[in-house]
């Protein structure tokens, strides 16, 4: 199969080919699964969260075609390290451009990533208040200061 | 090591040497338009005429004159039913076909009912068959054309088109079949099916794309749909592709005389990847007709559950071996293929949907190795499924029925 003659760039064929940071985490702190198998996509993501709200961990599942399985791939790359803060400004395009771009019918795959992402820190913060107060503050500020 | 697996021959199929050296002097040497008078122009004529014998000798029709030629089989498709129902307007406006049809047919029929035709659209069963019972209820005071496949483009199976052919000759309505996805490949006779009208596609068979043909019963009305010159009796306007045409008349010729041969072994390759599919994978389902007279002898579609299309597809492709899906995440309209849903099957096995066409240069050794391919390749995407996990925990039961 040559290059030039594939559905998706080499990024994205080689997040396909070589999923990053595919399966569970036992004790993630968050998971969060978007989608519905009808409309040809599930997205697991499972994280792990430091006591500083810094993402130590990020692990996908994924029911879906190539892009699908490339964007929780890439999204969970994108997310590892980041505080929680950081991850949630998280966007769909940032997941997008890291690929170097998708066929246009695909963008809805990279959606689902930015979603799975969110429902997995909207899952962590639910288990703690704490966190979730600090990250309210934090927006809170942001908006002052904008 | 990676091979090179060509299992999509209902796609398309290479054309056979002979039907590459027959057509390669209608590019350079002999280019006249088949319409001219002068003697390039003759010469032309002459082999189009040669081709449409070779054509009505293969499908049982008396005279080559009934044969046309257009661009592709989509385009024969909407030549025979807006050609039909235009010709007919006088008569009624009212279509029977079912829901089981390709995008060429059942986009013609979806066009003229935007242009005040009706059509009704016949349920199939569970194996995508269907009852020529319910054609003939279909059939209302006006009905002017009845519109059907021989096999089925996506899931193979094969209609009962005499049983219908003669519900439309009783009713003495107009009784147009696709076989596209059948010429070459099943028995094929138009005085059997009681067919007006029969289309096919070349490219299918070992022939060129760029040629498609109809065949018009004497007594069936046909008006043109591509205005422009007198070329093919006035059925179809347009300079006509020689050199594809050459190459289809040899190819249906060719289809003829190795039938047998050809089905006898594309079956058994069919019946040895359906058995290794089967016996090696769990939780995976033939959709259509089972393997048999009900059946086309190529076509093999499956659905291996809690997984999904393209993943299945792009790993064939990275091993070498070419397949299609009918899953949504294929096709460029996020929509999966109109037939599994008219069978009623579930949207998840849709989703997880690929088609194996064998052809007759395939063999046994081939499909040997796409089935310990394959096997991976399911077992690979099931592994970062969260469904097959759901599945392995009893959190879900496998939605394939066990009978």
């Known amino acids: 199969m040559s290059e030039e003659n594939s559905l998706y760039n080499p990024i994205v064929m080689d997040h396909f080919l070589n999923p990053r940071n595919m399966g569970d985490l036992d004790d993630a702190d968050g998971i969060g699964e978007v989608g519905a198998a009808a409309c040809g996509d599930i997205m697991k993501i499972s994280l792990k969260i430091d006591d500083n709200g810094r993402i130590s961990d990020a692990k996908f599942k994924t029911f879906g075609c190539g892009s699908a399985i490339a964007s929780s791939s890439m999204a969970t790359e994108l997310v590892k390290g980041k505080t929680i803060e950081e991850a949630l400004q998280l966007s769909n395009k940032n997941v997008v451009d890291a690929l170097g771009g998708l066929p246009p019918v695909k963008i809805h795959c990279s959606v689902l990533a930015e979603e799975a992402i969110k429902a997995a820190l909207d899952d962590y913060l639910k288990r703690h208040p704490e966190m979730a107060s600090r990250v309210a503050a934090a927006e809170a500020a942001k908006e002052k200061k904008a | ?403």
């Open chain 2, 1 to 403: 090591m990676k091979r090179n697996v060509y299992l999509d021959c209902q796609s398309s199929t290479p054309v056979l040497p002979e039907v590459y050296e027959a057509m390669l002097p209608w590019f350079k040497e002999y280019y006249g338009n088949a319409s001219a008078l002068h003697e390039l122009g003759v010469r032309s004529r002459k082999a189009l005429n040669q081709s449409r014998e070779r054509f009505a000798a293969a499908i049982g029709a008396e005279r080559p004159e009934d044969i046309v030629f257009t661009s592709c089989g989509t385009e024969a498709n909407n030549l025979a039913i807006k050609g039909s129902v235009y010709a007919l307007e006088d008569k009624g406006r009212h279509i029977v076909t079912t829901v089981a049809e390709h995008p060429s047919v059942e986009n013609s029929i979806a066009f003229l009912e935007k242009h005040g035709f009706r059509a009704t659209r016949v349920k199939v069963d569970r194996f995508g068959r269907v009852n020529p019972a319910d054609v003939e209820a279909a059939i209302e005071k006006d009905t002017v054309l009845i519109a059907t496949h021989y096999a089925n483009h996506d899931i193979g199976t094969i209609q009962p088109v005499e049983e219908i052919g003669e519900i439309a000759e009783r009713c003495h309505i107009q009784f147009f079949v696709d076989c596209n996805f059948s010429a070459g490949w099943l028995p094929l006779n138009v005085n059997r099916m009681k067919a007006g009208l029969v289309s096919l596609s070349p490219h299918r068979f070992y022939g060129p794309k760029g040629v498609g043909v109809l065949w018009k019963a004497r007594r069936s009305r046909l008006i043109s749909i591509i205005n422009g010159g007198i070329q093919e009796e006035n059925r179809r306007s347009g300079t006509e592709n020689v050199p594809a045409i050459v190459g289809g008349g040899v190819a249906v010729e060719r289809a003829s005389a190795e039938f047998s041969a050809r089905t006898a072994h594309v079956a058994e390759l069919q019946s040895r990847l359906w058995n290794g599919i089967r016996s090696r994978i769990d939780c995976v389902c033939l959709n259509g007709a089972p393997l048999g007279e009900n059946r086309h002898p190529c076509n093999l579609n499956v659905s291996a559950e809690f997984i999904e299309g393209e993943g299945q597809l792009l790993l064939c492709n990275a091993s070498g071996i070419a397949v299609s899906s009918g899953s949504s995440c294929v096709s460029r309209n996020l929509k999966y293929s109109s037939v599994l849903s008219a069978i009623g099957l579930d949207e998840t096995l849709a989703q997880g949907n690929l088609i194996f066409s064998v052809g007759k240069d395939n063999t046994s050794e081939e499909i040997d190795y796409v089935i310990e391919s394959y096997a991976g390749i399911v077992e690979r995407l099931r592994g970062m499924s969260p469904v097959w996990d759901d599945y392995r925990k009893g959190v879900i039961q496998s939605k394939i029925s066990q009978d």
